[in-house]
């Protein structure tokens, strides 16, 4: 999937998502659980809420302009679910947050990118993710 240069930032930004997802899967029923647990929720914050804003700010409003609403509504529901899971922490979410998080990524990257690269211009997208 070619990504258009204003969405290459992005799409970079879940390869870091898609890292944290596989550090989970594999701390899970270990004794680095907890550490790592602990570290994916401080990344949370500094890494993957401000990539989330960013999609809400400038992305979601545009593709809901081209009447892309279950798109929106979905990606929407995602961002709100996992940042339950980090705000109630807790080891029971950290499996939940890690298999949520992959799909979303992929789901973004299949899906919601590809049609805002097919409806709203490159221009366009150009000045929303600046």
Same mark, same amino acid.
């Given at each position: 999937?070619?990504?258009?240069?204003?969405?290459?930032?992005?799409?970079?930004?879940?390869?870091?998502?898609?890292?944290?997802?596989?550090?989970?899967?594999?701390?899970?029923?270990?004794?680095?659980?907890?550490? /790592?647990?602990?570290? /994916?929720?401080?990344?949370?914050?500094?890494?993957?809420?401000?990539?989330?804003?960013?999609?809400? /700010?400038?992305?979601?409003?545009?593709?809901?302009?081209?009447?892309?609403?279950?798109?929106?509504?979905?990606?929407?529901?995602?961002?709100?679910?996992?940042?339950?899971?980090?705000?109630?922490?807790?080891?029971?979410?950290?499996?939940?947050?890690?298999?949520?998080?992959?799909?979303?990524?992929?789901?973004? &990257?299949?899906?919601?990118? &590809?049609?805002?690269?097919?409806?709203?211009?490159?221009?366009?997208?150009?000045?929303?993710?600046?």
């Amino acid at each position: 999937m070619r990504r258009c240069d204003a969405l290459r930032a992005l799409s970079s930004e879940h390869h870091h998502g898609l890292v944290i997802t596989v550090k989970v899967k594999r701390a899970i029923g270990t004794a680095e659980a907890e550490r /790592v647990w602990q570290e /994916v929720r401080e990344r949370f914050v500094t890494e993957l809420e401000p990539h989330f804003q960013e999609e809400e /700010v400038g992305l979601l409003p545009a593709l809901e302009r081209v009447g892309e609403t279950e798109l929106v509504r979905r990606t929407h529901a995602d961002h709100a679910e996992l940042r339950r899971m980090i705000r109630e922490g807790g080891m029971q979410n950290m499996a939940d947050f890690g298999e949520l998080l992959s799909q979303h990524i992929r789901f973004e &990257e299949r899906e919601l990118f &590809e049609v805002a690269q097919q409806k709203i211009s490159l221009d366009d997208l150009a000045a929303l993710m600046k």
